[in-house]
């Protein structure tokens, strides 16, 4: 369907007149004599094309125009001026109106510039339909990429999200698991509900049984109050929970229970506390091995991959690396109030040579430390390698003499737990250790503060 023609003109018999000659045409014509009648008519959109007289009562041609252009009404404007206004309306063409026409009209041009003016309006459209529909394969959520393994996660995300049964997401550190997880809870029924997130990882035992739980008044030394566990806080909404393969043995077994029955007991408590959750969870180790060497219970893994997610590395869909990248240069530049017009050829190219081992997360620090440091108006690859050039203070650790050994060890274990994000793994690799011996230098070196906090 043609989009309709409006004619603003406070002379009665110009609006008039041009509305039968049009209709005559075959187009679909209102009309308004003063401005803001014409506004409100525009608000109210389906005009491809308006007519305005540049001099009108209450809201001219020009106000109307700049009205049009600050609430983003695609309508292509031709203004109608008089002599003396000339000037004003090439101004308002040079600031996107489509054409301007002097009095008294010349019908001929008119007919002419009617055409183009609604060929153009929808050319338009097309374009903003077209946008909104590759925001659409970009974009779920939080989740940026148009890959089609990404596409495969959003089709999950879509299925699973409704139903209440659990999900598994599988994936290595800084791919998104948490994203993918509040994308889950936000396509749900729970979406009004709690979203409460815990890593696993972070916790000695001790200190995770009663975060998951909470305790009652008097269950342990310092415990002057009862505190909810996340099991509560979540209730009637999603708990996710991530690196759950670091859980030790003894809560893995408490917590399939807690999933089995929907309820559970207060650390110190009698009573069962019943739960409505849909729980997520998390890790990225390889299953197989997890199970085969005891880490995780393969009765627990069941029950929580109910519906099992992958998520992709980020060097196995190269082709969402520039929407990414792209997505977060819009966001810190806005943040950090630089004009910066993207990314200049030789960081595109660095972006797509690069492995990105720490993937999405690794990809969102180079571009908010590039997009700080900037000093032109795009992002080079110097800027973006220089995330590859930490400082001292994120890869060093410096020491003053006389530090006992037991203080120097602690700093670096644990400074080294920091660097890489809580990841066991990589964090043993690096201190040539065994994950095992990591895991209980930990515990000791946790356990202290754990217990001062919980005190």
Request: glycine share 8%; proline share 4%; net charge negative.
């Amino acid at each position: 369907m043609e989009a309709k023609i409006l004619i603003a003109d406070d002379e009665r018999h110009i609006a008039d007149g041009l509305q039968m000659l049009l209709a005559d045409d075959g187009y679909t014509v209102e009309t308004a004599t003063d401005g803001e009648a014409a506004w409100e008519m525009v608000r109210q959109g389906g005009f491809g094309l308006v007519l305005a007289d540049l001099r009108m009562p209450k809201v001219d041609g020009l106000e109307l125009f700049a009205r049009m252009r600050e609430a983003a009404i695609p309508s292509e404007l031709i203004i109608i001026t008089g002599a003396a206004t000339v000037d004003s309306a090439v101004t308002a063409v040079k600031e996107g109106a489509f054409y301007y026409l002097e009095k008294p009209l010349k019908i001929d041009s008119l007919k002419v510039l009617i055409p183009k003016a609604l060929e153009a309006f929808q050319v338009k459209q097309a374009n903003r339909a077209l946008e909104e529909r590759l925001a659409s394969m970009t974009r779920f959520g939080d989740l940026v990429g148009q890959s089609e393994e990404m596409r495969q996660v959003y089709s999950m995300i879509e299925s699973a999200a409704p139903a209440s049964a659990s999900i598994f997401v599988v994936g290595e550190s800084g791919t998104g698991k948490e994203l993918v997880a509040r994308a889950i809870h936000d396509k749900s029924n729970r979406k009004k509900g709690p979203f409460i997130a815990i890593n696993c990882a972070a916790f000695p035992r001790e200190i995770l049984e009663n975060e998951l739980f909470g305790h009652e008044k008097g269950a342990f030394t310092g415990a002057l109050n009862e505190k909810p566990g996340c099991f509560e806080l979540a209730d009637g909404g999603t708990l996710f929970l991530d690196e759950v393969a670091e859980m030790e043995p003894d809560i893995q077994v408490k917590l399939l229970r807690a999933l089995e029955q929907r309820s559970f007991r207060r650390l110190g408590g009698k009573k069962e506390i019943h739960v409505d959750i849909r729980v997520v969870s998390a890790t990225n180790k390889d299953i197989g091995k997890a199970i085969d060497n005891g880490e995780l219970r393969d009765d627990l893994f069941h029950r929580l991959a109910v519906i099992p997610i992958s998520l992709p590395p980020l060097r196995e869909r190269r082709g969402d690396i520039k929407i990414l990248a792209e997505s977060f240069l819009r966001r810190f530049a806005e943040e950090n109030d630089k004009p910066l017009m993207g990314f200049a050829p030789d960081a595109v190219e660095f972006l797509h040579s690069y492995r990105w081992p720490g993937n999405v997360r690794e990809l969102k620090n180079a571009v908010e430390r590039a997009v700080i440091l900037a000093r032109g108006e795009q992002v080079t690859m110097v800027d973006l390698r220089g995330h590859e050039l930490m400082t001292s203070d994120e890869r060093e650790i410096r020491l003053p003499v006389g530090t006992s050994l037991e203080a120097a060890e602690r700093s670096l274990v644990l400074k080294t737990f920091s660097f890489v994000d809580g990841d066991h793994t990589r964090a043993a690799t690096l201190l040539g250790k065994d994950e095992e011996w990591l895991r209980q230098k930990l515990s000791r070196l946790l356990a202290p503060d754990a217990v001062a906090v919980a005190t």
